[in-house]
């Protein structure tokens, strides 16, 4: 899996007068299946939505055969999940991106890669950690799709914290070294261990799992920065639990936390009075992508538009005829909404995408922008 900003690198990638090919792809868990798949991913490539009659909506044979044979060679390496491929020999690329979600199949064609699923995925599967406490005891993890790290308190030189042996670091997971033995002050400790390491590692949310009333004094004694980090709760008896285990219970605390964080954004946009600044619906959007006004775009998973984009000014329209330049630099794209994502996200605009949203697209703005 790829981080945002890697994500967002790879959606500045532009071809000029060829394809990129954009290829989603679910892999089924059984490696018995797996004979199947190239032919697959030739299906969904056959089908792949391209602008119709244009030289960049034409799949050349060198990026399908470059995409089989991936497939072929690494499909037991994705069993139960999603990958997506992005392919264009003229530029050199072919990137391979597990994706920890599963997300709808689809192959796209167009200038640029098509990086809707993608993000919905680093939306919907972000990287978090987990705390596990009881009384005596503390376990924190670090997990990212499969893996999962412990994070331990080495005797290693660094920042001290009272009751703490000395700095933090994160070792790989190897054996089960679930016991850090802490003082007295144990919830306060572990907090302070978790602020360290918030502040220095990247903001993921943050799970707690324990007994009810464990879990209820080691949410008191958190400091605010963590305290903003927390995601939600799984009740468990810590002595039970292994490290998969721990990955099954806060799983879907963080699918529902990050469901429930687009939700709230888009609840908002529909409240917010006319005039204001948000905007639902595909022409008030444009509209605002256009003028740069976009805070928080929210869009669903399914549904390519087809629309264009201007050469000249970058203008993003449904129909060839909304710029001066369009008769001669109208450049026809699968999916606006796709152009609408990559914009809002190099305007430094953020991205949800939720299922069977109440709109078609949506916008929290910055400014309110008229002439919608
Ligand atoms: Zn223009």
Redesign the pocket.
């Known amino acids: 899996m790829i981080s945002w900003a890697e994500a967002d690198k790879l959606a500045r990638v532009h071809a000029q007068g060829s394809a990129v090919l954009s290829l989603y792809l679910s892999v089924p868990l059984d490696p018995a299946e797996l004979r199947g798949l190239p032919a697959r991913a030739g299906e969904l490539m056959a089908a792949a939505s391209g602008p119709a009659g244009e030289d960049c909506g034409r799949l050349r044979d060198e990026d399908r055969s470059a995409v089989r044979a991936k497939v072929a060679a690494h499909g037991r390496d994705w069993l139960g999940g999603s990958v997506a491929i992005f392919a264009c020999a003229d530029l050199g690329l072919l990137e391979v991106v597990p994706l920890r979600c599963e997300v709808p199949e689809r192959a796209v064609l167009a200038a640029r890669p098509h990086i809707r699923p993608l993000l919905a995925a680093l939306q919907r599967c972000p990287a978090y950690r987990v705390a596990v406490v009881d009384r005596r005891h503390a376990w924190v993890f670090s997990i990212t799709g499969d893996e999962i790290e412990t994070v331990t308190t080495p005797a290693a030189a660094g920042v001290p914290s009272p009751g703490f042996g000395g700095w933090y670091g994160l070792d790989t997971y190897r054996v089960q070294q679930r016991i850090i033995q802490l003082s007295r002050h144990h919830y306060r400790d572990t907090a302070a261990l978790l602020e360290q390491v918030m502040r220095h590692g990247e903001p993921e949310p943050l799970v707690i799992g324990g007994h009810e009333d464990g879990i209820r004094e080691f949410l008191a004694s958190l400091p605010p920065a963590v305290r903003q980090a927390f995601a939600g709760s799984f009740t468990a008896d810590p002595h039970t639990l292994t490290p998969a285990r721990v990955r099954e219970l806060a799983a879907p605390v963080i699918a529902r936390w990050a469901d429930q964080g687009a939700w709230r954004v888009a609840a908002g946009i529909l409240q917010t009075p006319p005039g204001g600044p948000a905007a639902i619906g595909l022409p008030a959007c444009l509209a605002a992508v256009n003028g740069r006004a976009v805070e928080q775009l929210v869009v669903p998973d399914d549904g390519l538009v087809p629309g264009y984009v ?1 050469g ?4 993003l329209g449904v129909a060839a005829d909304s ?4 008769e001669t ?1 109208a450049q026809p794209v699968p999916d606006l909404i796709d152009e609408m994502v990559h914009r809002t996200r190099q305007d430094g605009g953020q991205f949800s995408a939720i299922r069977g949203a109440p709109f078609r697209i949506a916008a929290r703005l910055r400014f309110p922008v008229t002439g919608q």
Not at 312 to 315: D, S, V
Not at 323 to 326: A, L
């Open positions: 201007c000249r000014c970058g203008l710029c001066p330049d369009w630099a």
